[in-house]
């Protein structure tokens, strides 16, 4: 039964997805106005707080609020030190870590909102032949160019700017920088009908330029996902948090060597962020920080028990010949399916 | 230079917080005008009363006397979940969650009771640690005549103006149809809406914040303005006067000093610069690329 229903790893994720997509979105009409928000509180990297009536509470938005209203007020006041600064960012961090051990960085690959938006985009993009963009020489450049955008964000809009504004150096407005350019803001509220995030303040410079600046994001990443695999997740400050802790928890990514290796790269093809070191490494090196965890690589590696998606010491998939051959009857490692091809009708 | 500037800046705020008696208390921004606004009778925050604290808030009662106050958490003991507060001689009240990490909402009430008046203001305080969820807490009767939010907003969540929020009106644990529940503001509004047969009321937030007072939020405590509003009702029944009211309050309309067609201009834009990205491109070496 469940093998019909789910034939390959790729048909289970995506409906994982849909229903992570679904909870996340619309989750308290399921579980309902109250526990929608305690639900996100124990898990934070849930969905939004912009989204007021649904769920609420990324990650990110205590981590800036913290440092806005906590550590950087803290500092200022100079008093109340535990309670004030240790106990809620411990808390945060904490319980962010709590769900954390659950699935890892499967969150971004199996649960994150604005993740399964650009993949379901990207089948779009895929279904009707727009050409793969992909980040390797000759084409957008080397991936390595764009890795450290995601720190950078995570340092300045997540970390500091937050921080300067708790100082009282930095104005107000940029409290939390990263929720006013967050396109997943815009999309878990856009989606419930809810147009106030993409209205753009028109009383404060500042929170306006953020604001600009997160719609032309939204909008660009959301033409991208036609051709680029996963614009954003490359850019994605929680990504780059949750690669913090991604040797910390018992899902993960290994590969063991194989000689094939060398002269395959399937593997790094199947990988929507490109990495490119799943095929040239092994070992620690292949779990790459870039990694969502997602498990295409597994699902495309021709060769049998080379790359496991495992949980501490058990196995909960690994790659396979005869897997392989299904997987590549119905779609190419880069995405690529039969196109959806429009002609003019013929006349007798 | 400009380096210079800031750190002078940021050392003239570590100077001014070092010689300041008191941080300001975080509700004080966002209340700033006198409490003659009602007269009937409140739960009001004083020092600390900001939303979403975590260890305690003042409260106290206006309107009325009250030696103490009641107040209800959804979490904890028997004993933690109904406490008694002593009204301290500043007239305010420290409220605590039932445990330093138990938060949510606690329903606080003052009562003022004579042979012939029982008069009762009520309130809920925050604290953004998690906690049991309020359904419960909402749902159980404690005094005669009670005014109960269907819903309460949540953390990041406002009441706000031009909304519509339903509430409860009960007398003795049942609804109280056809009742009729004054609404007044902060801003200066008047309002009067009526129960239907369930006891519900439905009731509109006034849009009256003024172009003026919307800036005063974006102060200390960094929120949305917020204004107070008090919800009242009364009715007599067996040879007593019963005046219960329930006060919190509510922020500007999300829709106030914000622009759609500028944020869709923005994501237009955003969309016409990914446009290059949709043009075909030769197959690069890797094999990655299979339409040329």
Same mark, same amino acid.
């Given at each position: 039964?469940?093998? %019909?229903?789910?034939?390959?790893?790729?048909?289970?994720?995506? %409906?994982?997805?849909?229903?992570?997509?679904?909870?996340?979105?619309?989750?308290?009409?399921?579980?309902?106005?109250y526990a929608a928000e305690k639900i996100s509180g124990a898990l934070p990297a849930l969905s939004c707080a912009y989204d007021m009536q649904n769920s609420a509470y990324c990650v990110l938005i205590p981590t800036q609020h913290q440092f806005h209203h906590r550590i950087g007020e803290g500092i200022v006041r100079a008093q109340q030190v535990t309670f004030q600064i240790v106990i809620p960012f411990l808390m945060t961090v904490l319980s962010f870590f709590a769900f954390?051990?659950?699935?890892?960085?499967?969150?971004?690959?199996?649960?994150? !909102?604005?993740?399964?938006?650009?993949?379901?985009?990207?089948?779009?993009?895929r279904r009707f032949g727009f050409g793969l963009r992909r980040f390797v020489p000759g084409d957008l450049g080397a991936v390595g160019r764009v890795r450290p955008v995601k720190w950078l964000l995570l340092l300045a809009l997540v970390f500091l700017l937050p921080l300067l504004a708790g100082l009282g150096v930095a104005s107000h407005s940029l409290g939390n920088p990263y929720c006013?350019?967050? !396109?997943?803001?815009?999309?878990? #509220?856009?989606?419930?009908?809810?147009?106030?995030?993409?209205?753009?303040? #028109?009383?404060?410079?500042i929170a306006f330029a953020l604001g600009a600046i997160g719609d032309a994001l939204f909008g660009f990443l959301l033409v991208a996902a036609l051709a680029v695999r996963q614009p954003f997740c490359r850019i994605c400050p929680l990504l780059a948090w949750n690669s913090l802790f991604q040797r910390l928890s018992p899902l993960r990514l290994v590969k063991t060597p194989h000689e094939a290796c060398a002269k395959c790269g399937v593997c790094s093809q199947a990988c929507p962020l490109d990495i490119a070191e799943?095929?040239? %490494?092994?070992?620690?090196?292949?779990?790459?920080?870039?990694?969502?965890?997602?498990?295409?690589?597994?699902?495309?590696? !021709?060769?049998?028990?080379v790359i496991q998606l495992k949980w501490g010491p058990w196995a909960l998939f690994a790659s396979g010949r005869e897997y392989y051959k299904r997987r590549v009857k119905a779609e190419l490692p880069d995405g690529s399916v039969k196109p959806v091809r429009f002609a003019a009708r013929e006349h007798a | 230079m400009k380096t210079a500037l800031l750190t002078l800046a940021a050392l003239a705020a570590f100077e001014a917080a070092a010689q300041a008696p008191a941080a300001p208390p975080a509700a004080a921004g966002r209340y700033a005008k006198s409490q003659d606004w009602t007269a009937y009778p409140l739960l009001l925050p004083a020092l600390g009363g900001g939303r979403g604290e975590r260890l305690a808030v003042r409260l106290g009662p206006r309107n009325?006397?009250?030696?103490?106050?009641?107040?209800?958490?959804?979490d904890g003991s028997p004993e933690q979940r109904h406490r008694q507060v002593p009204v301290g001689e500043d007239g305010n009240a420290a409220v605590a969650p039932v445990a330093p990490a138990k938060g949510n909402y606690t329903w606080v009430v003052a009562r003022e009771e004579d042979a012939t008046h029982v008069t009762v203001a009520s309130t809920v305080?925050?604290?953004?640690? =998690?906690?049991?969820? =309020?359904?419960?807490?909402?749902? +159980?009767?404690? *005094? +005669?005549?009670?005014?109960? =939010?269907?819903?309460?907003?949540? +953390? *990041?969540?406002?009441?706000?103006e031009s909304e519509k929020w339903g509430f409860l009106v009960r007398f003795n644990g049942a609804p109280l149809a056809n009742q009729v529940l004054k609404l007044d503001t902060d801003n200066g509004s008047r309002g009067r809406f009526l129960t239907d047969a369930e006891g519900r009321a439905v009731v509109l937030f006034p849009r009256d914040f003024r172009p003026a007072a919307e800036s005063r939020g974006h102060g200390h405590d960094h929120g949305p303005p917020r204004a107070r509003f008090v919800l009242a009702a009364e009715l007599d029944a067996a040879d007593k006067h019963y005046l219960t009211a329930f006060n919190y309050s509510y922020a500007p309309d999300a829709d106030r000093d914000r622009s759609l067609a500028w944020g869709a201009f923005f994501g237009v834009l955003g969309m016409a610069g990914a446009l290059p990205l949709l043009r075909r491109r030769k197959p690069f070496k890797d094999g990655g690329q299979i339409d040329a």
């Open positions: 039964m469940l093998k %019909a229903l789910f034939p390959t790893l790729a048909r289970f994720r995506l %409906a994982v997805q849909l229903i992570m997509l679904a909870l996340t979105v619309y989750g308290s009409v399921v579980v309902g106005h954390f051990v659950v699935i890892g960085k499967a969150f971004c690959g199996w649960v994150c !909102p604005l993740g399964t938006i650009q993949e379901l985009v990207a089948r779009i993009g006013d350019i967050c !396109p997943s803001r815009l999309a878990t #509220t856009l989606l419930t009908g809810n147009t106030e995030q993409l209205a753009l303040r #028109t009383n404060d410079g799943i095929a040239q %490494a092994h070992g620690r090196k292949a779990f790459h920080e870039d990694c969502t965890l997602c498990g295409r690589c597994a699902e495309y590696c !021709p060769q049998d028990g | 009325l006397h009250a030696a103490a106050l009641d107040v209800f958490a959804a305080a925050y604290f953004s640690n =998690p906690g049991k969820a =309020p359904t419960a807490l909402l749902r +159980e009767p404690r *005094h +005669e005549l009670e005014i109960v =939010p269907e819903r309460l907003p949540r +953390e *990041h969540a406002n009441y706000r």
